[in-house]
């Protein structure tokens, strides 16, 4: 079973996936997902913490007949779109290691990892 959820992880989170690096007074990675069905979420979320011990959150990220910009192309939201998130050091680098990307720009971001931020949960004051 543990197998058969990472194998498809990999698929879902390089298909529903994002990986956000923000620098303003703290350097910032989230590793996050989202999808419009907040149940396929919580179940996603479940199964990374009992299987891989990775907290993540979860909250609604645009609602329906939003206004959504995508590569360029404006989009107006269908349904409400929810996104889970893994946020501090720990939990995104056991993230990385145990699912990881396999699309080209996201292994970019996430090779922000191997390079030691901070203990800090919030990350690195920039300087």
Do not use: Q
């Amino acid at each position: 079973m543990h197998s058969h959820f990472l194998a498809s992880s990999f698929g879902f989170f390089d298909a529903e996936g994002h990986v956000d690096v923000g620098i303003g007074k703290y350097f910032l990675l989230v590793v996050g997902a989202e999808n419009s069905n907040w149940s396929l979420l919580r179940i996603v979320s479940g199964l990374l913490k009992t299987r891989l011990n990775v907290d993540s959150s979860m909250f609604r990220k645009r609602k329906m007949g939003s206004i959504k910009i995508t590569r360029g192309e404006v989009f107006s939201m269908r349904k409400s779109s929810y996104s889970l998130t893994v946020k501090g050091l720990k939990d995104t680098k056991r993230f990385a290691a145990a699912v990881g990307f396999s699309i080209r720009e996201k292994p970019a971001a996430e090779r922000c990892l191997s390079d030691p931020c901070n203990d800090s949960p919030r990350g690195r004051p920039v300087a």
